[in-house]
């Protein structure tokens, strides 16, 4: 009996020949627009950097890490100290909390006591402190709880507040900028509660937050205790590194994982500042250790500079824009940085970047603005996948195009994009083993300036409160928001009283995305402009070759009282540099003045210096002393105090 043929059999081959050619449809669709296979990018943590031991000043460090901080208010800001005192002093010392002993605190000028540590120090180690201040230390203990106030004169007892601003000055003994601008910075983190008191000097109040005292100084002994009721280091490191909005993340819930920088300010005020108001912060606590005794330090910069100036022009496209503007660079005797795109910069193009003397650095793409960086994956012929490549590969391939003699440290993200968390694009650069970025910075036409505090670069801290071996380095004018008026405004500024690296950006597609006379304006007059207001013109690498020697240096010093002479004993380091052929080497700086009283004499390793090799910093507060590398100790004689009325008949008696 024969079978009988079903509908699904008589379609059985129509069926095959149907999925054979779906099949080689999708295949075909595959190899015109192959799928991209998403990749994360490796993420490392921060670590403790080696401690320091020698230097005027030392910063107590917890001994282990924090606990992961869910919010800006649980992180340990602690290390945000760090970035502050190597911004100002470049050469200071570090200890771990634990082990902490006389013989530690031996010969410094100023101890350091962070939040996080001053919490945890068993009595011992308050006892070895108050010691070092009542023999003439100076003190400074940030968010004080109970069992401080022997040492500090305050008592904290109450109900804690929020600080949001610097409401008074009056105590401060300063005028200019940071009389004028303080009273702007926007804090974080509590505000501990204290008794009503006089600003200085019919009372201790230096600084009032919230309209109570912030900041005090208190005698202790021969020495004082500088008191922060207010969280000076985590509103230093919101500044440098941005506010969190929610938790530890940035913008409103269903933000984009990815958003400009500019996004991170800690304050709307920021967006358009011609003011770092980071640095002011630090200046408004650092000043005033040179009241108890003169305390000197590296100058910022290499001789007598006033600031630096880099350029800088990112390309994710074509970099022949790029490679032009570093030429009219060299030929105005500057420099300048391209930030390249791995698949878009050719071993070729790497000789002309050779020839008009720029720094090449890495333009992480992100496929954001741009097509993902990918490689094709598939069998032989057949390559239906793309798979994107994480950063680290991105600079592998960048890093082939240049050869070996060029290391590839530094980077930016593409459009200046950043995720919207705390570290995780920190950590990711950290992992890639890229040591320098420089996406921060103002992006849109409408903004400019120090949207970071400050445009010194900075260790960026994780969210255990570790810093992470990659230096952030912001940029204050980009595209459309340079102009030339603007651009020689903050050369004079920096030049007067900031002292400044500032860096300009010129991304290569710039005149074509957002065409502005300005750009064109500015850049051209950049070099010229930067050299009429004694800034050193530079690149981005060779300024962080410089303070990391600088950083490495050593400066100690000792004050004597009964003769007014400052002796300072200096290792300085120079970085021999493609903007410095002869070396970059950190000048020493020192108060103009003690007490009122002017500088007598100076000596370098016992001979005589000549008034007309002291240049001054921009204020006027401090005279700079070009160095030479090496060993070299410096002597300062302050003018002796008038004698009293009393001493003075004590004397003319003795001479009868």
């Known amino acids: 009996m024969a079978r009988q043929r079903t509908i699904l059999g008589a379609l059985t081959w129509d069926l095959g020949a149907l999925i054979v050619l779906g099949l080689l449809a999708l295949l075909w669709g595959s190899l015109q627009e192959p799928s991209v296979q998403r990749t994360e990018s490796l993420q490392a943590n921060g670590s403790r950097p080696p401690d320091r031991t020698e230097g005027d000043v030392l910063l107590l460090l917890p001994a282990t890490p924090a606990a992961q901080a869910a919010e800006l208010r649980a992180l340990d800001c602690s290390y945000g100290w760090f970035n502050a005192l190597w911004h100002h002093y470049g050469a200071f010392a570090t200890a771990q909390s634990d082990n902490l002993s006389p013989q530690i605190l031996a010969g410094r000028s100023v101890v350091i006591v962070p ?95 919230e309209e109570q005292p912030g900041l005090l100084v208190q005698p202790l002994g021969d020495g004082q205790v500088f008191t922060l009721l207010f969280d000076y280091a985590c509103s230093l490191t919101a500044l440098h590194q941005g506010k969190p909005t929610r938790q530890m993340e940035f913008g409103p819930p269903g933000s984009p994982r990815w958003q400009p920088t500019e996004g991170r300010v800690a304050h709307e005020r920021l967006l358009s500042s011609h003011v770092p108001y980071a ?148 950590r990711r650069i950290s992992a890639a083993g890229l040591r320098v970025d ?70 290569a597609d710039a005149m074509a995305r957002e065409p502005a006379a300005g750009i064109l304006l500015g850049f051209r007059k950049l070099h010229a402009l930067a050299r009429d ?57 020192f108060p103009r003045e003690f007490d009122g009283r002017p500088i007598r004499r100076v000596l370098v390793d016992d001979e005589e210096v000549a008034s007309t090799r002291l240049a001054s910093s921009g204020p006027g507060d401090e005279r700079i002393l070009e160095m030479t590398p090496g060993r070299h100790v410096i002597t300062v004689y302050y003018e002796a105090p008038a004698p009293s009325p009393a001493d003075a008949e004590t004397e003319a008696s003795t001479d009868d």
């Not at 980009?478 to 002292?499: C, K, W």
């Open 533 to 589: 207001h004694q800034h050193w013109v530079t690149t981005t690498g060779d300024l962080i070759d410089f303070l990391i020697a600088r950083r490495q240096s050593v400066l100690t010093s000792q004050w004597s009282p009964a003769e007014q002479r400052l002796t300072i004993s200096v290792n300085v380091l120079g970085a021999r540099l493609q903007s410095a052929p002869d070396g970059a080497i950190a000048s020493v700086a």
């Open 115 to 209: 939040e996080r540590v001053a919490l945890g120090l068993p009595r011992a180690a308050l006892g070895a402190l108050e010691d070092f201040a009542r023999n003439g230390g100076q003190l400074v203990v940030e968010l004080p709880r109970e069992g401080w106030e022997t040492i500090t004169g305050v008592s904290t007892t109450g109900t804690i507040g929020q600080a949001r601003r610097v409401t008074s000055v009056d105590g401060l003994g300063a005028h200019g900028p940071i009389r004028e601008h303080l009273v702007d910075v926007p804090l974080s983190g509590p505000l501990l509660p204290t008794a009503p008191m006089l600003p200085r000097p019919a009372g201790p109040v230096i600084l009032e937050v």
């Open 438 to 507: 420089t996406s921060f910075g103002p992006t849109s036409a409408e903004s400019f300036g120090y949207l970071f505090g400050s445009a010194m670069p900075f260790y960026p801290i994780d969210s255990r409160g570790l810093p992470l071996p990659v230096l952030e380095a912001p940029f204050v004018l980009s595209g459309a928001n340079i102009d030339p008026a603007r651009l020689q405004r903050m050369l004079v500024n920096s030049e007067t009283y900031f002292h400044q690296p500032l860096t300009v950006s010129v991304p």
């Open 279 to 426: 640095d002011l912060l630090k200046r408004a606590l650092f000043d005033r250790f040179s009241e108890h005794r003169p305390v000197p330090r590296l100058w910022p910069f290499p001789g007598h500079h006033m600031g630096a100036v880099t350029n800088a022009h990112p390309s994710a496209e074509s970099p022949r824009a790029a490679l032009g503007y570093a030429d009219w660079a060299r030929k105005n005797e500057g420099a300048a940085t391209i930030f390249a795109a791995a698949d878009r910069f050719t071993a070729s193009q790497a000789a002309l970047a050779d020839q008009v003397g720029a720094e090449l650095g890495l333009l992480w793409v992100l496929g954001q603005q741009r097509p993902a960086l990918t490689e094709s994956r598939g069998v032989g012929a057949l390559q239906p996948w793309l798979r994107e490549l994480p950063l680290a590969e991105q600079r592998a391939m960048l890093q082939a195009n240049l050869g070996d003699k060029r290391p590839v440290r530094l980077m930016r993200t593409e459009a200046s994009l950043w995720e919207n968390d705390w570290d995780s694009t920190f």
